[in-house]
């Protein structure tokens, strides 16, 4: 197996959303700041998807309440167990999901979420290095 973190490859991030508008921008932020992207509108198609292919993903951006039997915050628990490599970010514009007992590797980020945050969790998160990898479009600050 190749590994998914080698120089000639993108991470790869699973996003999971159900609203189609949302899934579409986060895909696109990270797809144009490099970084390859597979959608899934449930938590349930996501499991499938990792099932077949976790060893080529390496971070998980989650919606906390996506429909079905298995919301955002079941998803980050079998994923921390099953696949514990894959790191787990998960996101809600409720201000109830507010997560206590997440595992170390799930992070939570209140929606609506600023492109610079995701982009710099997910970069830490993929193992790239510090400006390294994938940055933000559009910024260009000065030290």
């Given at each position: 197996?190749?590994?998914?973190?080698?120089?000639?490859?993108?991470?790869?991030?699973?996003?999971?959303?159900?609203?189609?508008?949302?899934?579409?921008?986060?895909?696109?932020?990270?797809?144009?700041?490099?970084?390859?992207?597979?959608?899934?509108?449930?938590?349930?198609?996501?499991?499938?998807?990792?099932?077949?292919?976790?060893?080529?993903?390496?971070v998980v951006f989650s919606d906390v309440r996506t429909p079905g039997p298995i919301g955002g915050f079941e998803l980050a628990r079998i994923i921390g167990v099953t696949w514990?490599?894959?790191?787990?970010?998960?996101?809600?514009?409720?201000?109830?999901?507010?997560?206590?007992?997440?595992?170390?590797?799930?992070?939570?980020?209140?929606?609506?979420?600023?492109?610079?945050?995701?982009?710099?969790?997910?970069?830490?998160?993929?193992?790239?290095?510090?400006?390294?990898?994938?940055?933000?479009?559009?910024?260009?600050?000065?030290?």
């Amino acid at each position: 197996m190749s590994d998914a973190n080698a120089p000639d490859r993108k991470p790869v991030i699973l996003v999971v959303e159900d609203e189609p508008d949302e899934r579409f921008l986060a895909a696109s932020l990270l797809e144009e700041t490099g970084f390859a992207v597979i959608e899934a509108e449930t938590a349930d198609h996501a499991l499938a998807i990792l099932n077949d292919r976790a060893d080529e993903v390496s971070v998980v951006f989650s919606d906390v309440r996506t429909p079905g039997p298995i919301g955002g915050f079941e998803l980050a628990r079998i994923i921390g167990v099953t696949w514990p490599r894959v790191r787990v970010l998960l996101t809600s514009g409720d201000a109830g999901d507010q997560p206590s007992d997440l595992r170390v590797s799930a992070t939570f980020i209140p929606k609506p979420w600023r492109a610079q945050d995701i982009l710099a969790w997910v970069q830490e998160a993929a193992g790239l290095p510090p400006g390294g990898g994938p940055s933000v479009i559009g910024e260009r600050r000065g030290d």
